[in-house]
């Protein structure tokens, strides 16, 4: 059975920095790209950032590039989200999931999430 599980989140302020993790288990960690999403009060689902396998092809939202990093280690089965200057606007709950940018909104497997609060 697949299990991803964030962590990370937390009360930030702005221009403050995260480190998102996500543990996973359950299927071959190496063979699969990875995405980040996220999804704010009331607004949809946001497709943030996405690795291809060995970490190589990293895509980045126009609104988090230069902020995020995406990063994953196959090693420990973790893939991380370092962000840095954080804007009120990133207030979101944000979940990993398997695949890439394609099938963004329609994975095969999520996380339960992480809130991440940025705020003054």
């Known amino acids: 059975e697949v299990h991803l599980v964030e962590s990370g989140g937390g009360l930030v302020q702005p221009g403050g920095s995260l480190r998102l993790s996500c543990a996973a288990s359950?299927?071959?960690?190496?063979?699969?790209?990875l995405t980040w999403v996220r999804q704010a009060p009331g607004k949809g689902l946001e497709w943030v950032s996405s690795?291809?396998?060995?970490?190589?092809?990293?895509l980045y939202a126009d609104f988090v590039k230069g902020r995020f990093t995406i990063a994953r280690d196959d090693a420990k089965n973790m893939l991380y989200l370092q962000m840095n200057s954080l804007k009120t606007e990133d207030t979101a709950e944000y979940y990993c999931?398997?695949?890439?940018?394609?099938?963004?909104?329609?994975?095969?497997?999520r996380g339960q999430g992480t809130q991440v609060t940025v705020s003054s």
């Open positions: 999931q398997t695949g890439g940018y394609a099938n963004y909104a329609q994975p095969t497997d």
């Open positions: 359950g299927f071959t960690f190496s063979n699969y790209a």
């Open positions: 690795v291809g396998t060995s970490g190589l092809g990293a």
